[in-house]
């Protein structure tokens, strides 16, 4: 079985919301820095959250900033992003992430397959 799982993406009408759930099945996996990160087509992968093994520390990327939520259901949990007022530039593939943490891609090892999120105007 895959070390992450993402589901709960869908297709939403600008201003609704969606909230994306991160399964981890590895108990080694769950010790590690959890991020979300998404990719629209033609474009660079960026980091959208990230949250530490505990859920005690969060970070945002500016462009959610204010709309989207990164959290996790307990020490070592299942990880969330809750989305709001969601506009179109928001349409993208998002993955989760496991690894070092912080904003470098390549410090996340473990990644899931990936949930699309459409956001229609």
């Known amino acids: 079985q895959e070390p992450l799982v993402e589901s709960g993406g869908g297709l939403v009408q600008a201003g609704g919301s969606l909230r994306l759930s991160c399964a981890i099945s590895e108990r080694t996996v769950s010790m590690l820095e959890m991020g979300w990160f998404r990719q629209a087509p033609g474009k660079e992968r960026e980091l959208v959250a990230h949250i530490d093994w505990s859920g005690s520390r969060t970070s945002h990327a500016d462009s959610v900033k204010g709309r989207f939520t990164i959290s996790r259901d307990g020490a070592q949990g299942t990880v969330y992003l809750q989305m709001n007022s969601l506009k179109p530039e928001d349409t993208a593939v998002y993955y989760c992430?496991?690894?070092?943490?912080?904003?470098?891609?390549?410090?996340?090892?473990?990644w899931g397959q990936g949930t699309q999120v459409t956001v229609s105007s």
């Open positions: 992430a496991a690894g070092g943490g912080g904003e470098a891609e390549n410090s996340y090892v473990y």
